[in-house]
Every structure is written in C-alpha cells, then in structure tokens.
C-alpha cells in the first residue's frame, strides 16, 4: 500500500519567515495530496491540495509544489505569522482513490 | 448545519468492556471513514464507506468493526477494548465517492483503556 514519509518532523521559524515541510509517496498511481493543519486540541482542517495533473497550486501565503516523477510534494508558507503554529498533515491517495494515507506530521513553531 | 459531530468527547474503557463511537454528518454526504490519532503521529484510516450499506477495511481495521445503514451515521465499535486501543479517533466525510473533495472531520473522541 502507500506510504508517505513526511519532514520536518519538527520546524522552528522566526515570524516571517518562510517554512518549507516536504512530503515523498511510494505509489506512482496517487493523483490527490491534500495539506491539512491541525491546531491543538482540534480537528485536522483543509488547507490546500493539489492534483496530479498540476505542477503547482497557491492559496495566498501558501503553496504547494508537485513533482509526479521524483514521487514527492511539498508545502510553502511564506510570511509565516504566530497563528499558523500548528501540526501539518500531508496525505496522497491509493490508486482506486478511495483511502488516504497521511504522513506523521510537522510541527510548526512560529517565534514573534 | 451541524457538519460532522462525534459523540462522547471523552471515554474511559477497561481492557475487554465494548463500546460504539457515533458519528453522524448531515451534509448528506456519501464517502465517511475513521481514523486514529495516536501522540506525534499522522492519521491511520480504520474503516470507510462509500456510501449506504458499503463499508470497506483501511490500514488498521482489526478490533474495530462499522456499519452503514443510513447516509447520516457511521458508527464505530469496538469489540473488546484493548489498551493499544488508547487513542484520539476522528471521523470524516465528504461529499463524492471520491477523494478529491474536503474531507470534514468531527471533533474527535479521546479514549482511554485501562
């Protein structure tokens, strides 16, 4: 089955600053990687996704990059500010597209 | 709209009692799954349906049984309540069959078994 190995596990940033979070999938068939940002204590919540069949999707300070040959995405946020400090999820889906598989998680500090 | 909601919020277990976890989402959607959420790890799916009637085995269904009778509800049980068990289980739905839509979580139950 699919498995997605997420990094950092951990990420430290000044407030401002950029934070990159990288994401490799072991199925070539995958074509959906949602992001999703979990708040302590509270439920995971969609921040932006991309298919297979773009390269690139952005979403105000935040974007995602795909690279279908090299089988991994990655999550940019730029101008970081202290309300994204959560943990950030990635996922791909399975060949049929009907489960997901999430990666361990990053943990975001942003320092003001 | 309510959305996903999941009751209790909170359960103690001790090692072998059952229990059923409900979720219910009134947004008529057809895809529902759950997930665990162990400390410092990602979400492991248990179970899913796609939609009335269909239920279908994720990356960790054993111990854990669902069904599907109506659109709205997707309760989880738990047969014989196992320490491993000790988690934070949410569950989802979304609108397609598919993946490719948002998936909603609920707010989650934290369980504890002793």
């Known amino acids: 089955g699919e498995n997605v190995e997420q990094h950092p596990s951990t990420l430290s940033v000044q407030e401002g600053d950029s934070a990159v979070i990288k994401c490799t999938y072991s199925?070539?068939?995958?074509?959906?990687f949602p992001w999703y940002k979990q708040e302590l204590g509270k439920r995971p919540q969609l921040i932006i996704d991309?298919?297979?069949?773009?390269g690139e999707k952005k979403d105000q300070r935040i974007a995602v990059t795909l690279n279908k040959t090299a089988k991994h995405f990655s999550l940019h946020i730029t101008e970081t500010q202290p309300e994204d400090s959560a943990v950030y999820f990635c996922?791909?889906?399975?060949?049929?597209?009907?489960?997901?598989?999430f990666g361990g998680g990053t943990r975001l500090m942003v320092k003001p | 709209n309510a959305g996903v909601t999941q009751t209790p919020k909170f359960q103690v277990l001790k090692t072998g009692q059952s229990m059923t976890l409900q979720c219910a989402q009134d947004?008529?959607?057809?895809?529902m799954s759950w997930y665990r959420q162990d400390p410092g790890m990602g979400l492991r799916l248990i179970h899913y349906?796609?939609?009335?009637?269909?239920?279908d085995q994720g990356e960790v269904p054993n111990g854990y049984n669902v069904s599907r009778s109506t659109t709205e509800d997707f309760p989880l049980r738990l047969l014989s309540a196992a320490p491993s068990q000790t988690s934070v289980y949410f569950c989802a739905s979304s609108y397609t069959t598919g993946l490719e839509e948002t998936q909603y979580f609920g707010p989650g139950t934290r369980l504890l078994v002793l």
């Open positions: 199925d070539s068939a995958s074509n959906y």
């Open positions: 991309i298919r297979s069949n773009v």
């Open positions: 947004m008529n959607h057809e895809y």
């Open positions: 996922a791909a889906d399975n060949n049929a597209g009907n489960m997901l598989t």
């Open positions: 349906s796609v939609g009335a009637g269909i239920t």
